[in-house]
């Protein structure tokens, strides 16, 4: 009985060993001697909508297949929070929020290892002129952060180099407050508009360079350039893009008084925009080509408001008060309510 205990357990190790030299020559012994190295494995974040909502910053799934309930996810609770950016390959984003002082702190978060960090932190030494930062924006290359720096009457554009940690500031002549400023999309410029002035100004500043190459006379309440090879701005309710070096404006939007224009959102190819119409009490959501063209009333609710165009510029999310979120496509096809809420701070990005 033995021996035959024996003879089944050498049987199967003999099994065992040419079924491992087989394995061993077919497969592992011609990757090995190839050099190749296991490939990573990707990991695919689905799109999200990020909003803010009692001092909370959620993340909305836009799917339409999820149920309701399920679609919101709370990211951070760092206080209400009002402009948010991702860098270029969507691994990292910046916010401002409101901290229990009253004023705002920059935060980057990153979704690899959800951990966050606040880049405002006044052990940066240059930060100590500062009481109040707001509208972080990264470079279209991902390896800068930039964002503006309050200090009484005066503000700048404080820009953070993401290799080394140093931070600078871009705009050391400047003399007023800033309301909003762009890269331009090589992420080698950026162009920044005052806010206080009795002229407001825009100027277009090379990062390295010491001073303004174009200073332009206009009141600006929004301007974008990194997605496009011309300047899009917000001026006197209605939407204008120019070329850099010159200054003659093509009109984007051309309505008159009372409706004006409260703010745009372009999609991530430049291609379209979408933008926000007031009209007295009531608001509704416009789309056209990036030049003005083709627009497209997407809702006559009179109470749509907020815009976000998806990446791909196929779809517009929107707010309406005391009623939810919704998502409508470009063609009007469709239109779906995708959260139940009354209220929110703001709608902030699609990504």
Known sequence: MKKVTWLLFLGYFLIFVIIGIVFYYKYLNRFISSGAEPAEVEIITAQRIYYSEAANLWALN??????????????QSTGSTGYLDFNS?????????????GTNDIWQFQLKNNQSQKIT????????DYVNFFRPKYSPTGGSLAFIGRGGSRDSILVKDLITGNIADAT?????????????????????????????YCEIKPITAPQATQKIEIEVRQISWEKTAEIIYLSDGNLFRFK?????????????????????????????????????ESSDIYLSEIDGTNITELTSSKNSSQPLLSPEGDRVAFF????????????????????????????LIWR
């Open 89 to 101: 390959i969507n691994s990292l984003f910046a916010y401002a929020a409101i901290n229990k002082n």
């Open 62 to 75: 836009p799917d339409i297949a999820s149920k309701i309930g399920e679609r919101s996810t709370r990211i």
């Open 172 to 200: 050391p002549t400047s003399a007023s407050h800033i309301l909003d400023f762009s890269w331009n999309n090589d992420g080698e410029k950026i162009i920044y508009c005052t806010s206080n002035l009795e002229k407001n």
């Open 121 to 128: 932190d006044l052990s940066y030494e240059i930060l100590n």
């Open 244 to 280: 850099e070096g010159s200054f003659t404006p093509a009109t984007i939007t051309n309505i008159t008084s009372p409706k004006h224009v409260v703010s745009f959102d372009i999609d991530e190819k430049g291609k379209h925009l979408v933008c926000q119409i007031n009209d007295n």
């Open 320 to 347: 309406r008060q005391n009623d939810g979120v919704y998502v409508i496509d470009a063609n009007k096809t469709a239109e779906t309510k995708i959260l139940n809420i009354n209220n929110i701070d703001r709608l």
